[in-house]
């Protein structure tokens, strides 16, 4: 008998990870990192036996992976990163249904409710890479240069929720820093606006300074 990893459900691309004969079995148990797994049994006409019995086992319980996010320009881009899902055979989990649910909050403080900067963003996986594309819109807390995120799996209970930071890069000499409130979060946020052709801004960084016609 001869047991193979393989890349492909068709076992096309295949590598062989053990060989067994006879009735002395030193090793019985073989792991795919793939999620495919081929064997395949050779008999002969010399000798007959009871046969054999082989066990598949995969375990439902799965974790998530992500891509390390780096400094944000609040209103001008957007949070960008891959979500990943993995079973615990360290196989990438794919042609799944589910959404995934993206909560940007005040670093301090649960996500949720009215906690949120913006409103919760969904976004479904891929199901032939099983990738997720994460591009969220966000903003800042007034005072703060961080802000909190969570992701979560929705309908599925035994998946951890993926927590994290990101940090909010200072405006460019070309934007000026502006104030949001909204009735509909209990945060005030701030962002970083474009300045216009023929404006300038004193302070990019200090929302006293709006973008102002440059003079004649």
Known sequence: MTISSSETEDCSLKQQIGRLSGKSLQRTEFTSATGFLETVFTSDADVSEAGFIVDWKLSPD?????HTLGPIIPGQDTVSFLV???????????????????????????CGGRNTLVPPQYYPFDKVTGICQVENPFECPVGSDEVGFEVHLLG?????????????????????????????????????????????VVDPNNAIHRCYPCPL
């Open 62 to 66: 799965r974790s998530w992976q992500e």
């Open 84 to 110: 990943k899902l993995y079973d615990d055979l360290s196989t990438l989990v794919r042609g799944l249904d589910d959404l995934i649910e993206v909560i940007i909050c005040p670093p301090i403080g649960a």
């Open 156 to 200: 599925s209970i035994g998946v951890p929720m993926l927590q994290g930071q990101i940090l909010c890069s200072k405006c460019h000499g070309d934007q000026s820093t502006t104030n949001t409130v909204s009735q509909n979060q209990l945060v005030d946020t701030w962002n970083c606006k474009e300045c216009a052709n023929m404006e300038y």
